[in-house]
């Protein structure tokens, strides 16, 4: 294996391990306005996200350094492809950030009201464009001989993208519901399994019609049993959720994200922006690849900071690992 097709699938795991972690970090975000009743219940969906989203993100910012190093080519075409995207994404990332770190500094309704809708606009808007952006990179973007995107905002306007952003909002939600349910005790508890439930349905219809349109578009063997990975681990977290396991229905549920983006990953492979213009102008792992040098040079770093990042995550979570409620929260202190 080259080391530039060896780097395709280490992005792809950080972008995999991203959408893993901030997916049900997102469907939470989107849950404080479907699930919670009251502020109390919506404080208690936000403590559970709240010691580990900024972490998740660590994630992002790596799979996107990673995908700047490695891959240059990639990396300026995409970025400069969905510019006004990736300026929404920016801006909603800053502002989901600023809403959790602000919520709690002042006692005023109006205050927390507005930063609550934040956070809820701002995980609906990014769950929704991160599957557009992906949905359209599988599907083929109108690239040139030079490796410049020459498109516009209309490519990304199309059945296959949009599909893809409302799959990742319903598959996030189901993925928040469940690790809702897992963090949780109460009435809220059994309400975030029982929407979890009630989602399953549409989930796997949404998940089987994106991943089945892509196989037969630009699938392979290896993405096919991606895409039965995905639909399977999906029916047994279903189960497990329905007989109050919340912890394999997670695991399961996170195996669903996980072979649902893999199987995209797969399908692209070894394309990494196919051009819808002329198969000759595709960016392909090799074409868009760095020097073997800096190669080599990124390989030595990330095999010395990835275990620290997993170890640092590791521990958060193990730290936060209890389950709240509404007997946990204090009451707010009037002036």
Not at 122 to 132: E, K, P, Q
Request: with cysteine.
């Amino acid at each position: 294996m080259h080391l530039h097709d060896l780097w395709f699938f280490v992005i792809a795991l950080l972008w995999t391990g991203y959408f893993f972690l901030e997916g049900f970090d997102f469907g939470v975000g989107i849950l404080t306005r479907v699930l919670a009743r009251g502020e109390t219940e919506r404080r208690v969906l936000l403590n559970t996200i709240g010691p580990v989203w900024d972490g998740n993100e660590v994630w992002l910012v790596t799979a996107a350094g990673a995908t700047f190093a490695a891959f240059p080519d990639w990396y300026a075409t995409m970025f400069s492809g969905f510019y006004l995207p990736m300026f929404v994404i920016l801006v909603c990332l800053i502002l989901r950030g600023v809403a959790f770190e602000y919520r709690a500094k002042r006692n005023g309704t109006a205050w927390k009201r507005n930063w609550e809708l934040t956070i809820f606009i701002t995980s609906l808007v990014l769950a929704f464009l991160w599957g557009v952006l992906f949905a359209a990179m599988v599907h083929g973007l109108p690239i040139s001989a030079d490796k410049e995107y020459v498109g516009g905002i209309s490519e990304l306007v199309q059945p296959y993208a949009l599909l893809g952003g409302v799959m990742t909002v319903v598959l996030f939600t189901f993925h928040g519901a469940i690790f809702a349910a897992l963090k949780t005790v109460g009435d809220i508890r059994g309400r975030a399994r029982t929407l979890a439930t009630r989602l399953g349905v549409l989930v796997f219809l949404l998940v089987a019609a994106v991943l089945t349109w892509t196989q037969v578009q630009t699938g392979n063997p290896r993405s096919l049993v991606a895409e039965v990975i995905a639909l399977v681990a999906l029916l047994i977290a279903l189960a497990f959720n329905g007989r109050g396991r919340e912890g394999w229905a997670f695991v399961f549920s996170g195996l669903t994200v996980v072979a649902t983006f893999a199987m995209l990953f797969l399908a692209l492979f070894p394309e990494v922006m196919p051009s819808s213009l002329d198969a000759a102008w595709s960016l392909t792992a090799g074409n868009a690849a760095a020097s073997p040098y800096t190669l080599k040079i990124i390989t030595w770093v990330a095999a010395f900071a990835t275990p620290l990042i997993l170890l640092y995550q590791g521990w958060t979570y193990w730290v936060f690992r209890k389950r709240i409620g509404t007997q946990h929260i204090p009451a707010p202190v009037h002036h």
